[in-house]
């Protein structure tokens, strides 16, 4: 038992400690050097993504304070539809949005026009925002392009009917005219509301959930 602990004794005096300590200290370095770059990229990432979310969620806000001036000018317009039909029939209601057009489409198209510049800037960022988002690669990320999809379509959807409503002079007796007409005439804007509330309640839990697994 002594002469083992002698040997082990006259071992490690035997080891050239500095010769070994300079020969470690490069890996020991090294790694320390790699778990903090690794460290580095890691916490880089998540304040890429956060600052994404917080962009996305800053424009979803703007669009949806915005958007509702456009759909209140689309359903002012077809109260002004129905309020020259003759009758329930769709015949009936065709003729009133006609002639509501041809007096007073241009004027109150120029209305939701101006609307819908005010909020063409909100609606291009949440798109361009929502394209970009792609390369994080968050979870159940296609959840949050189909809500800026649904809540960007209600600006597209009033442009359509901004831009027919505006133009009085088309020949109305034309089935391919008459046939967009129709379909304008049928977007509904209690729908349209909906829809944004829902949508807009989608991307918050995105957003949520996503901050939830960064900072988990």
């Not at 083992?4 to 790694?31: G, H, M, N, R």
């Not at 690794?38 to 304070?65: C, G, M, P």
């Not at 088309?170 to 008459?178: A, F, K, S, T």
Request: charged share 20%.
């Amino acid at each position: 038992m002594c002469d083992a602990l002698v040997w082990s004794f006259d071992v490690l005096t035997s080891i050239q400690w500095l010769e070994l300590i300079k020969a470690v200290a490069p890996v020991a370095t090294a790694i320390i050097a790699f778990l903090a770059l690794r460290n580095w990229r890691r916490q880089d990432k998540a304040k890429r993504e956060a600052e994404f979310l917080d962009s996305l969620i800053e424009a979803t806000h703007d669009y949806v304070a915005e958007i509702p001036t456009p759909i209140t000018l689309l359903e002012i317009a077809r109260i002004g539809m129905a309020s020259h039909a003759s009758g329930e029939s769709s015949d009936a209601a065709v003729f009133g949005a006609v002639t509501f057009i041809r007096q007073q489409g241009g004027d109150h198209a120029q209305r939701m026009l101006a609307a819908l510049a005010a909020t063409k800037s909100s609606m291009i960022k949440l798109r361009s925002l929502a394209t970009k988002g792609q390369v994080f690669a968050f979870d159940d990320y296609a959840n949050c392009m189909n809500a800026v999809a649904m809540l960007t379509w209600q600006y597209d959807r009033t442009e359509a009917f901004t831009a027919l409503i505006g133009s009085s002079s088309l020949n109305w007796e034309h089935p391919e005219i008459l046939r967009r007409l129709v379909d304008v005439m049928a977007i509904e804007p209690d729908e349209m509301r909906t829809c944004v509330r829902d949508n807009n309640i989608a991307l918050i839990k995105f957003a949520s959930d996503t901050y939830k697994l960064i900072y988990g």
